[in-house]
């Protein structure tokens, strides 16, 4: 089935409209919809038009750089989220030291959001947005939006062969353009399926890197040798998400690749980035075997 060219409208309207709620105030869920809607307008692009145009060029670099900034913003939201709901024996005043910090840091953060979103430069992005859609030209391989996910999903498998902290995050990034290009497939059982097996592993790669990065946060606010059972928590948690995330990055290769199922004891290299400094030395981690 082709893409309906009304897809890629609502597409490009969507960035537009996130572009002027985020504007006026970056609520975390405006933010997360920003950072989404422009993660699938560029999974678009780029597949689109592997050589934009200079119109393309700029309007890509400028959401990119939006994208990121709404990233950073949205992490600061899912860490205080996380470390609030938390219930552990901490010092006192430790935790609110660390929730004070978080919150003084997306305070900068949304600074810089905003700044990127000023009246002049949002309006030369919107007109931008309009132009590169009247130009862009969908490829043959849009006539089979299901059947290039596919094909780019077996890429990202072959690319990473085994399973590391490095692949994980290859399977998160890259995972999610496949599972935008995949949506445009419409609503057959075949591509539901496959979108379904996407957005699960994601999910669970999603949890992983909260969870890591609320560590390393953690870690680098703290900056104290002394015990902390809330850094003791966080880092079994995050032990724990990377084994789920390893899990289900095996279970999705095995459905959307089933002709390359996946070895049940794959071997998993475990990097200091996998989990937080001090959880590795404290464990003496170097690789580990997964069923």
């Known amino acids: 089935m082709a893409v309906d060219r009304k897809e890629i409208h609502n597409l490009f309207s969507r960035v537009d409209r996130q572009l002027a709620k985020a504007a006026i105030k970056a609520r975390p869920q405006d933010v997360h919809r920003l950072r989404t809607s422009i993660r699938r307008l560029e999974a678009v692009l780029e597949e689109a038009a592997p050589e934009p145009s200079r119109t393309q060029r700029k309007l890509r670099k400028h959401l990119s750089r939006l994208r990121r900034r709404a990233g950073r913003l949205r992490d600061m939201d899912v860490q205080i989220a996380a470390l609030r709901g938390l219930k552990v024996s901490e010092q006192p005043g430790r935790k609110s030291q660390i929730l004070t910090s978080l919150s003084d840091q997306r305070t900068r953060y949304e600074r810089k959001l905003l700044k990127t979103m000023d009246a002049v430069t949002l309006k030369d992005l919107r007109k931008r947005l309009r132009r590169v859609e009247r130009e862009l030209q969908l490829p043959e391989s849009f006539a089979d939006p299901l059947a290039l996910a596919s094909s780019n999903f077996a890429g990202l498998a072959q690319k990473n062969p085994t399973i590391s902290e490095a692949s994980l995050h290859q399977f998160r990034i890259q995972g999610k353009r496949v599972r935008y ?107 580990a075997a997964v069923a």
């Open 181 to 287: 290009i995949a949506e445009l497939a419409g609503e057959s059982e075949e591509a539901q399926s496959f979108v379904g097996h996407l957005k699960h592993m994601q999910d669970v790669l999603g949890e992983w890197h909260d969870w890591l990065s609320l560590s390393l946060s953690v870690e680098r606010i703290a900056d104290s040798d002394r015990p902390s059972s809330l850094l003791s928590a966080l880092n079994n948690i995050t032990r724990a998400k990377f084994r789920e995330a390893i899990q289900a990055v095996n279970t999705t290769k095995r459905a959307l690749l089933p002709q390359n199922a996946v070895d049940a004891k794959q071997r998993v290299t475990v990097t200091s980035a996998a989990f937080p400094r001090k959880a590795v030395s404290s464990h003496g981690l170097a690789t």
